[in-house]
């Protein structure tokens, strides 16, 4: 009885696990950064380790979103590591997503190391706040 048990309480916590990292495709870490230095509020920054995209095509699906708790605005920017912008995007609210972009150029397979730029502005006088860089990797398969 005992071993059902540490069998269950193992499975248990690796199910845990894995719904903490993100194995269901999410591959999604929640951030955050100041607003401003010494302001003490926080903005809640989605980090991502992958994004997937498909090669020969510039249209490609993402799920990239301003979480809602936020109280400014996000303009993403993907770039790769050598500096060439991929995209940027209009002026994203809270709550609101991206699901389909088009990047300036299409790529061909294999993986990429890259950074996802977050410039962030308060809504009522789109003032810039801090920012973030995320760094990731495009699978383009």
């Known amino acids: 009885m005992k071993r059902k048990l540490n069998i269950l309480a193992a499975f248990l916590v690796l199910a845990l696990l894995l719904t903490a990292c993100g194995a269901g495709g999410g591959d999604r870490v929640e951030r ?13 920054i989605p980090g991502y380790e992958k994004l997937t ?19 400014c605005t996000f303009v993403l920017t993907l770039s790769l590591d050598d500096g060439e912008t991929l995209w940027t995007g209009e002026a994203l609210s809270p709550g609101e997503e991206f699901t389909r ?25 789109n003032t810039q706040l801090n920012g973030a860089e995320i760094k990731l990797t495009l699978e383009v398969k």
């Open 32 to 44: 955050f950064a100041e607003a401003a230095p010494g302001s003490g509020a926080n903005i809640a």
């Open 53 to 71: 995209f498909t090669a020969g095509k510039t249209a490609q699906t993402v799920n990239l979103k301003n979480p809602p708790e936020n109280a």
């Open 101 to 125: 972009i088009t990047l300036n150029r299409s790529l061909d397979k294999g993986e990429y190391p890259a950074k996802l730029h977050y410039d962030c502005y308060k809504i009522e006088d």
